[in-house]
């Protein structure tokens, strides 16, 4: 009767195995790569950490994963490795000034560049209007330019 015992609860933990194996299973490479994405290489300059192929991030992943199966949220995560590593992994700061700085200042250095650009389009216009008029005085040059010159010609 023992025996039997023993066999049944045997057999219950090895259907069982299957079963926990799923749970472990549970996180998935998308679920890495969705976070992954998000961050940069703590190596390479400017590549997301989702593709990266140094050991560096290979080991970051594997933390994403174990963070993921702890049950810590997305962004959770990306907090954790904003506090231990700096606003870099992320690339833009999650202070909201600076990321409001960061993000509008590349626009108005544009604005303030073409402002600049038109107005100096707008003088070099001025500036050719009023060639004309001092060129109109100038015929008289050029005709004993080319008197001068048909005269060498001539010998």
């Known amino acids: 009767m023992r025996t039997r015992l023993w066999l049944i609860l045997l057999i219950g933990l090895l259907a069982a195995l299957p079963a926990l194996a799923q749970q472990a299973e549970e996180v998935s490479m998308d679920d890495i790569n969705r976070i992954a994405r998000q961050l940069y290489c703590p190596v390479c300059e400017n590549i997301p950490l989702e593709v990266c192929g140094t050991?560096?991030?290979d080991d970051w992943r594997y933390e994403i994963r174990l963070q993921l199966e702890s049950g810590l949220t997305d962004q959770q995560i990306i907090d954790d490795f904003v506090a231990r590593f700096g606003d870099r992994v992320v690339g833009t700061p999650q202070d909201p000034f600076l990321r409001a700085l960061s993000l509008v200042t590349p626009w108005v250095l544009v604005v303030v560049a073409g402002f600049f650009v038109v107005r100096f389009v707008l003088?070099?216009?001025a500036r050719r209007r009023?060639?004309?008029v001092a060129a109109a005085s100038a015929p008289e040059e050029t005709d004993h330019y080319r008197s001068l010159l048909e005269k060498d010609l001539a010998g």
Do not use: I, L, S, V
């Open 55 to 57: 050991a560096a991030c």
């Open 123 to 125: 003088q070099q216009r």
């Open 130 to 132: 009023t060639e004309p």
